[in-house]
């Protein structure tokens, strides 16, 4: 990919019919991503230990990617440029805030986490500014403000509910600053040349990988795989190919910040999924963080 300026802001996205295309890839993923909450509730009531089922699905789908990258012909490269974006991408964009994520969803529910995901635009504009890469505007810091105000909503209406250990909910929220990093990183990183269905299962290799020393600390023998586990591993293996496949195609298209707009998306559908599938209650104080949270990502993503 060539990256005309490392710039966060792609204004030209949003006014050409092409823009269609990164809509279709922001609802896309955003949903996928949304829905990989309830999948994990529902895979650790069949009885899946959330790392390992982390670990079967992100290698399943890399198997996969991989697979159709070889078909396509745009095998992952082997530079040691590649091997190092494959390395970093998954640690930060992988392994780290998808461990936090599906070991925190059984304690603090699907829902929860789901929103958490609304976070990672306002943090990469953050990221942006402290890297030279944004100039500072008062609509995006009023957002940022917005943006943090809902997450000490978000912290305080599942910590006075009782129900749910403060770590978790740290764990939770800790997730999304990665996911911010990885915006930055990979855009910044990007192997000159390289194509998006290239890098897609190189990054969810490295990060299965990177996985198993977590999962092997549990165990890596699942459930019974004839029902509902093995359905629910199947469903999340081609979650994950369909969503990072269409994420690098995204950040080509769009940029790290529109980019990031996948995790408000994810976070709507995300919580949507969570009361009309798992029956999870609608917290009022979790709209009311919900609600800032949007108004943030609004304000920072807003133009003249």
């Excluded at 635009?121 to 402290?130: F, S």
């Amino acid at each position: 990919m060539s990256l005309v300026s490392p710039s966060v802001e792609r204004p030209t996205a949003a006014r050409s019919p092409a823009a269609l295309a990164p809509l279709f890839c922001l609802i896309l993923v955003g949903g996928l991503l949304g829905l990989t909450t309830t999948l994990v509730k529902l895979a650790a009531a069949s009885g899946w230990h959330p790392l390992p089922f982390l670990f079967w699905s992100v290698l399943g789908a890399s198997a996969l990617l991989l697979g159709l990258a070889v078909a396509t012909g745009a095998p992952p490269a082997t530079e040691r440029a590649h091997l190092r974006y494959y390395v970093m991408s998954g640690l930060i964009s992988i392994t780290l805030p998808n461990a936090l994520a599906f070991l925190a969803v059984p304690h603090v529910g699907a829902g929860f986490v789901s929103l958490c995901l609304a976070f990672p635009p306002m943090l990469t504009y953050v990221l942006a500014l402290l890297l030279g890469m944004e100039r500072i505007r008062a609509h995006r810091c009023l957002g940022i403000l917005s943006g943090l105000g809902g997450a000490v909503l978000l912290a305080l209406g599942k910590g006075g509910a009782g129900s749910s250990s403060p770590v978790w909910v740290a764990a939770a929220l800790t997730g999304p600053v990665f996911l911010a990093m990885g915006n930055i990183y990979r855009t910044r990183h990007w192997p000159a040349g390289a194509r998006p269905l290239s890098l897609a299962p190189g990054m969810l290799t490295a990060g299965a990988l990177l996985l198993l020393p977590m999962a092997g600390m549990v165990s890596f023998r699942p459930p019974a795989l004839d029902g509902t586990a093995g359905g629910l591993l199947a469903a999340q293996t081609v979650v994950f190919a369909g969503a990072y496949a269409f994420h690098f195609i995204l950040q080509k298209l769009a940029g790290p910040v529109y980019l990031s707009q996948i995790g408000s998306v994810g976070a709507l559908l995300g919580a949507a999924f969570a009361v009309l599938v798992l029956g999870e209650a609608a917290d009022p104080v979790l709209g009311a963080a919900l609600a800032l949270i949007l108004a943030g990502v609004v304000l920072v993503n807003r133009r003249k």
